[in-house]
Each structure stands twice: as C-alpha cells, then as structure tokens.
C-alpha cells in the first residue's frame, strides 16, 4: 500500500541483475535494558474507551477513534485557537499516528522518535535511529507505548523500544531482511505484556507477516504468515510454491484488538504481482483481508477477504475499528477500493458495503492494449487511517480518496527485493482528484451525510462526545466537523498537509485537538511538506 503516481512500470527492475535467493532470516534482538523509568501505561489505560488520554494509535485497542471529551463541542469550536506548533525542520514522509499520555505527545519520522509537551509543543526528547541495514520505503505510521516504553518499527527491518521517560534505546529487534524488500511502516499495538506488529514489503515481492514479541526483551513470541505457505490453511488458494513465496500480503498501518476476546485484528494489503494475476490464479488468502488471530499463539480463529484476486492494489490497509453495538461485536473497515464494510464478528458475516467514493470498471482486470481508466486508482480510496465508530450516535465516519487511473498490464520478470508492479498506472491529472468525509450508519451501512472534500483525504478521523469530527485535508487545514451534519465548524491553516494522526486529549483540566502535518506522497500534494505537529484548544 506504499502509494503510487504517474506511470510505474516493472520495466524499471527488468533491467536489474538477478539475485540469489538469500537465506532463511533469522529474526535477533540486541536487549540493552529490561528495566524502563515508568509502569505506564497500563494495560487498564490502554484498554479504556473511556480514556480522556489518547494512549493507542486509535485511542483505544479496538481503534474505534472516538473520544468521551466533551469540553470543545459543536457551541463552541469556531473558537478553537492554534496554542502553538512545533516545527521538526524535516521533510521527509510524516505519515505517523498521534498517541499521548499523562501530558506528552509520542509520534515518529522514518528514523526519529519524538515526545513533547501536549500543552505546550516543547520537546522533552528526541531519539534519532542511525539505519543498520538498507531502507526500503521511508514510511512509518507511529508508536505503541506501555508499561513505561515507546516501541515503533522502522524502514530498515527494525523495532525499537525506548525508555518513555528519558528517550533511551532499551531493546533492538531485527525482524526482517530489508534486501529481500520487507521493511516495517505499521504502528505497533501493545497489550498483555506483549507487542503486536506486522511487516510490509509485498510491492517488492516480499511476504508480510505479523508477530508477537516480549515488551520487555523484544524477543519474539509467535509469527502468522499473511500469505499461507505449503501446508497451512489457505495454501491452496495459491497456484505453486513460487506464487505463495512472493505473494505480498503486507500490513501496513496497524493492528486493533479486542483484550476481552484476546483476538488480534490484522488488516493485511494486496497479492503481488500487484496489477498482473495471471501467475496467481485461486482467492490469493489472505491478501485483501482482515485475520483474526488469537493473541497468546497467533493461531487462526478466523478471516474475512474483502477482494478475492485482486489485480488493481486495492489493499485492506487500515485498520479495522473493533467495537459493541448494543451488547454485541462488529468490525468495520475501509479499503482502496473505496468501499466500507461491516461485519458481525459472532457469526463472521458481512452485513454491509457501501461505496465511498466513485468506481468505475472494478471488475475488468488490467489488459495489454488499450489501458482502460479504473475509479479509484491504486492511490485511491482509504489509505493509511482507517474509520472512527461514535457510539453515541451509532454512526461510522471515515475519510477517502478520489482518484482514477488507467492500468496496463506489461508482463515482466519478478526479482526478489526490486520494485515489482507487472503492470503500470497513469492518474488522472491532480486537478481532478479529490476526496471525501462520510458518515454511515452502523446499522445497515447507509450514508448519513458526506461531505465533499477539495483534496484528497489521507489524515486521521475522530470524533467526540461534543458531537465533532475532527480530521484535517492536504491544503493543510485542520478541520472541526458537526458530526449530526457534516456542517464544517472551524477551518485552520498549518501549511503544511495533514496526512498524520488528528486527535483529541485532556492535559491540566483543558481538552487540546493536535494534528500531524507534513511529509511527502506521491500523490498531489499542494502545500510545502516541512514536518510539524500543531495544537488547540479553546481560549
């Protein structure tokens, strides 16, 4: 799910010398420190949907992304006010989460790790990783934080735990070779004394997977094949070895889970080659889908597969929000194929899908003459941040990109650790993509409202018990929503796109909205991409 612009084409690795198959990696871990300076969070704070902290990347384990804040509402948000902004002076990807605790703000650049005043914007430390091997795609979406640790995954293969308090390296675990084109963008989740994150890299033929370790050593516990491999369930959904050893499966944002169930929710991304299926035939498990896995061993409970053989990259990317609706679970997602789904997570069935922004010839596969234009392109639909469940208004909101593309097939030889499409898309001009805010009911999947957005739409959604949605677009406005509506109540300029985490928190009696602004995609990006974190509150 690594975004793609203008035409990208397998004949850019054709021309790479063949490698060898590496190896089996053996995943190591170089443990500087077991001790940490605090105990906090708990796994009581994480777990709380109740919390006035935002302490998970989507506010609770279940990422449902809503807030019980009420102190900034819809009376009163026209007058929120820019407290303040800090500035990192980069500008590199800023695709990071937001998560605060006790007062400090945590998020991530590619290789730095940061914690600041959620009041104030001062830095009270900054960790910079010095990459040990290749980097394979400078993204990276945030941090987990538990038990006095901030842990985070990075572009070379790597997740770190730092000391919360003092910013110091306790542990280094290397989970993946990053020549064999895996790297780790996801932010992670922690609970039960655990660390919960998967690996990405099906866009350079590398399979994902995801992965237990040991909060307090980074040794790893169990790991789950995204794509099955000869004798697990699902193998036979690939046509040969070959295809299943190379068939991508990537998570790239994040993980939610329900600590009651004990069952993880791992959103894992397209089947490589991405455009071409021809060498794929068969479902292609389990990309495209949610697994549900049991948290103590990884085992499969059970899955559900948004896009069987997918020949367009219309990954599940973000995460799912897992939550109760009158006593009873359900999940819900969006994917790049511009759809939000809902599922009954008793029975497993699918209750709903409903299209959040246009489509237009989703079933015709690419060809090699004549490209034909696809609504959306692989840019298209959710990206990275994934929906928001408000219980008190029992309605899902979520934000999505439009944008289209023609997609041609050009056949081409895959290279273990190269860029690997078998195909190309050509977008749409810029001026015409855009993007969308919608609210749909939970019950059955119908559009409460949708608000028509200028840019495309990649940065966070929360809302609130103050009855708001908060989001931000890639003019780099920070935007205060009616959620009953869709009415815009309160528009900010950072300069900068919001493309991060926006969310909502309470420090000294006072409710605060932050906002990740900046970075690079590969999509049209209007505003200059210098890094910064901004925050509100009222006067």
């Known amino acids: 799910m690594r975004s793609k612009f203008l035409t990208l084409a397998l004949a850019l690795c054709a021309a790479a010398l063949a490698q060898e198959h590496a190896p089996a990696f053996a995943p190591s871990t ?62 590199t990807t800023f695709e990071t989460s937001l998560v605060e605790v006790g007062g400090t703000l945590f998020f991530t650049t590619p290789s730095g790790t940061y914690a600041a005043d959620a009041a104030t914007c001062k830095l009270r430390w900054h960790s910079e990783y010095a990459y040990q091997d290749p980097i394979v795609y400078p993204a990276q979406r945030g941090v987990a934080i538990a038990q006095g640790r901030v842990m985070r995954g990075t572009p070379d293969g790597h997740v770190l735990a730092y000391d919360l308090q003092t910013g110091k390296l306790l ?47 980074g040794k790893q516990l169990w790991r789950f094949n995204a794509i099955p491999q000869k004798g697990e369930f699902g193998a036979d959904t690939w046509p040969n070895d070959l295809a299943r050893e190379h068939g991508g499966g990537a998570n790239w944002t994040s993980v939610s889970l329900d600590p009651e169930e004990g069952t993880l929710y791992v959103p894992l991304g397209n089947p490589q080659a991405d455009l071409n299926g021809g060498n ?65 997570r008793t029975t497993h069935k699918l209750l709903s899908t409903t299209p959040i922004a246009t489509r237009l010839n989703t079933g015709t596969p690419p060809v090699k003459a004549n490209p034909q234009r696809t609504c959306p392109g692989m840019n298209g639909g959710v990206e990275w941040n994934g929906p928001s469940y408000h219980p008190g208004l029992d309605l899902i909101y979520i934000n999505t990109v439009d944008f289209c ?14 860029f690997y499409f078998d195909g190309a898309a050509t977008f749409d001009p810029p001026s015409k993509a855009s993007g969308w805010t919608y609210a749909v009911h939970a019950g059955d999947g119908s559009v409460a409202w949708k608000l028509h957005q200028k840019t495309p739409m990649l940065a966070g959604v929360t809302t609130t018990d103050g009855g708001l949605v908060l989001t931000g677009d890639m003019n780099g406005e920070v935007q205060a929503i009616d959620a009953r509506t869709g009415r815009v109540l309160y528009r900010d300029q950072t300069h900068a796109a919001v493309l991060g985490g926006v969310i909502t928190y309470q420090t000294g009696g006072r409710q605060y909205v932050a906002a990740a602004a900046g970075g690079t995609w590969t999509g049209p990006l209007p505003k200059p991409s210098g890094n910064r974190v901004a925050i509100y509150r009222l006067p």
């Open 30 to 91: 170089q443990t500087i420190s077991t001790a940490a300076s605090s105990s906090e969070p708990t796994d009581a704070q994480l777990a709380d949907p109740n919390s006035a902290d935002w302490p998970a990347t989507g506010h609770d384990l279940g990422s449902q992304r809503h807030s019980p804040l009420k102190q900034i509402n819809t009376t009163n948000a026209a007058q929120l006010k820019k407290v303040c902004t800090l500035d990192l002076h980069l500008s």
């Open 171 to 217: 542990w280094n675990a290397h989970l993946v070779d990053s020549t064999s084109g895996a790297f780790i963008p996801a932010a992670p989740v922690a609970y039960g004394g655990r660390l919960f994150i998967g690996t990405a890299g099906g866009d350079w033929a590398a399979n994902g997977y995801v992965t237990a370790l040991d909060i307090k050593t």
């Open 280 to 344: 794929r035939r068969g479902a292609n498990l389990f990309s495209d889908s949610v697994v549900a896995l049991d948290t103590q061993n990884g085992h499969l409970r059970w899955y559900v597969q948004q896009l069987a053989h997918d020949t367009h990259d219309w990954d599940t990317s973000a995460a799912p929000a897992v939550y109760q609706r009158g006593g009873h679970p359900y999940m819900t997602l969006g994917t790049k194929a511009a759809q939000l789904f809902i599922y009954d």
């Open 405 to 418: 593309a023609k997609y041609q097939l050009i056949p081409g030889k895959m290279i273990p650790g190269m």
